[in-house]
């Protein structure tokens, strides 16, 4: 079957870090770049981090840049988005999503995983 | 950084009726880099169109894209009971790859 199953989220106090992984299954997960996605409750999505397939090029949106790091264990099957020094405002479900570069979209997600920061 | 404006805000409509849904960016993107997403409450965002104008996989043809430069549409002929949701615009032109704010079709 093939689809991305995301786990690691829960609530962590502000200054604090998780660690979020998206296993993979059912397709060649090596071939793709994959993006983490959050949406923020009531919001609407943004794109937080971008790998590529190679592992080579990473893109972070400014807002968690510095903070949060993006990587992938093709040998697993999974990908990772190490976030630290959490903030409030870093509170949201997070996606992640095959980019299939023959379509240039996004055309597999996952289920998300829920972050909250709160003291 | 592409900002894309979704507009309105939110639809109140009927099933049946056809819906015209706009998508504005502030810079020019090429066509093949515009894609739609449907989103219903509670679950992951859904690829419905991509390269501006061509359906997903699985997407019914009442769903159709269209648009260039900086002005995009997602249209849907007939509504369905199924095709109350959210709808998001995505650009891939430039990085950042943003999404526009997205636009909530209600049951009138």
């Known amino acids: 079957q093939v689809q991305l199953e995301e786990s690691g989220g829960g609530v962590g106090q502000p200054g604090s870090s998780l660690r979020l992984s998206c296993v993979a299954s059912?397709?060649?997960?090596?071939?793709?770049?994959m993006h983490w996605v959050r949406q923020a409750p009531g919001k609407g999505l943004q794109c937080v981090a971008v790998i590529s397939f190679d592992g080579r090029n990473k893109f972070y949106a400014d807002s968690v840049k510095g903070r949060f790091t993006v990587s992938r264990d093709d040998s697993k099957d999974t990908l990772s988005l190490q976030m630290n020094s959490l903030r409030e405002d870093d509170s949201a479900v997070y996606f992640c999503?095959?980019?299939?570069?023959?379509?240039?979209?996004?055309?597999?997600w996952g289920q998300g995983t829920r972050v909250t920061v709160s003291s | 950084e592409i900002v894309l404006t979704q507009s309105p805000g939110t639809l109140s409509l009927s099933p049946g009726e056809r819906v015209t849904l706009s998508c504005r960016a502030s810079q020019r993107v090429s066509t093949p880099y515009l894609a739609w997403y449907q989103q219903k409450l509670g679950r992951a965002p859904r690829l419905l169109i991509y390269?501006?104008?061509s359906r997903a996989t699985g997407t019914p043809d009442r769903f159709s894209g269209s648009g260039s430069g900086t002005d995009f549409t997602l249209s849907i002929s007939r509504l369905e009971p199924e095709d109350f949701a959210v709808y998001y615009c995505q650009q891939y032109g430039n990085a950042p790859f943003t999404f526009g704010g997205g636009t909530r079709v209600e049951i009138k």
């Open positions: 059912g397709f060649t997960f090596s071939r793709h770049p």
């Open positions: 390269g501006t104008s």
């Open positions: 999503a095959r980019f299939s570069s023959s379509l240039a979209a996004l055309d597999l």
